[in-house]
């Protein structure tokens, strides 16, 4: 097929001798389990009133307690593979990008390879906080755009739940769990991924982490009384620096491509907060009806986030074949990332 559209791809500006790299589908799965913000109300000093005033969420998605990571990245990489009309068997690489995983080790990836039957592929597992679906989207293209591997599958996948404080009303209104896929391949009729850029300020690592468990701080009575096994946040900075981040990863991402944001057909920023999604808008000078937006529904499901917006966008003909998307993410590390697709 011949390319309708003369689109500038900024990779072949840089030696670019590989093949292009396009999402053939995606896939996402939410937990049934519905958490209100009448239901937080009973649990922490809150109101619906303050919740949707100041972050726009008014419910979210909770896993059950036998669900974990790796079951809801298998449910949302099973509908990508069947939408896509690829068996499991045929994917080569698997990236799981999350900050729950199942367990330290082994990768939730390796574990979703075993539940989804992905015999043949490779699979590993990358934290990039809430921009971990373009960190694992521009990783994953590299393989097919050198001809490495002809199938990836992305995955972002979040259970969030699992190491929220409920009694920390700071936090525990703003996330959800969730998960959302992707599969990759070249297309011979699209230019698909056009740009991804990624950045990171380890500087301010501080602002939004998870203190306890690890190598620095393993568990112990003393550490699970303090509570350090508990995401913890600096909302107002966070704020700030996702608003910064996230202009400037999108105008770069454009800049690249030699887009202006009236070409732009659905922009989908990481959903963390209305407020910001809107301060970025704003400051991109885009239009309201060209930035799609699903927090209500969901509250931020980090990694997963973009990648269920993506999906819903799909599915509902928000965006359709030929398009142009542009993704904009931000999250803790600090790491950030945009992308411009060619749907
Ligand atoms: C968390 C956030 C919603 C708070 O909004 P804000 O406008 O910054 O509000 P403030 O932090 O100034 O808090 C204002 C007051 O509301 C209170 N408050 C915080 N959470 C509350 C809640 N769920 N219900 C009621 N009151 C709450 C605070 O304690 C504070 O009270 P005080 O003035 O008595 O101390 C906002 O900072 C935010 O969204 N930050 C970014 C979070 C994010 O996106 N993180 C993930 C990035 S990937």
Not at 214 to 242: I, N, Q, V, W
Request: proline share 3%; net charge neutral.
């Amino acid at each position: 097929m011949v390319l309708t559209r003369k689109l500038k791809n900024p990779r072949a500006q840089h030696n670019f001798v590989g093949r292009t790299c396009s999402i053939l589908a995606v896939g996402s799965y939410v937990p049934e389990r519905v958490l209100t913000n009448a239901e937080l109300e009973k649990l922490v000093d809150t109101s619906n009133e303050w919740i949707m005033s100041r972050t726009g969420i008014s419910e979210r998605r909770i896993a059950a307690k036998h669900e974990s990571t790796s079951d809801l990245a298998s449910h949302a990489a099973m509908r990508a593979l069947e939408r896509a009309n690829v068996s499991p068997s045929e994917v080569d690489l698997i990236i799981v990008a999350t900050i729950t995983p199942d367990m330290p080790f082994p990768s939730t990836a390796c574990l979703v390879q075993r539940k989804i039957g992905a015999t043949r592929a490779a699979a590993f597992d990358l934290e990039a906080a809430c921009s971990g679906f373009i960190y694992a989207l521009e990783i994953g293209q590299q393989f097919i755009m050198s001809r490495t591997y002809e199938t990836v599958l992305i995955i972002g996948a979040e259970k969030l739940s699992s190491i929220i404080n409920w009694s920390d009303r700071n936090t525990c209104v703003l996330f959800g769990d969730g998960a959302g896929a992707a599969v990759l391949r070249h297309r011979p009729d699209a230019h698909g991924l056009l740009t991804a850029c990624m950045g990171s300020d380890g500087n301010k690592a501080d602002l939004l982490c998870m203190p306890g468990g690890g190598s620095a701080c393993p568990p112990t009575h003393e550490s699970l009384a303090a509570g350090l096994h508990y995401l913890r946040m600096d909302g107002k900075e966070t704020f700030k620096s996702a608003v910064n981040a996230m202009f400037t990863a999108a105008t770069e991402a454009l800049r690249r491509c030699e887009l202006d944001i009236t070409q732009i057909n659905c922009i989908i920023p990481h959903q963390a907060n209305r407020r910001i999604i809107d301060a970025v808008a704003e400051r991109l000078n885009a239009q309201p009806e060209q930035v799609f937006v699903n927090l209500h529904k969901y509250g931020n499901t980090s990694a997963a986030s973009v990648a269920i917006a993506l999906d819903e966008a799909v599915t509902s003909n928000r965006i359709q074949r030929g398009d142009l998307a542009l993704l904009i993410v931000f999250g803790a590390g600090l790491t950030w990332g945009a992308a411009v697709i060619e749907w």
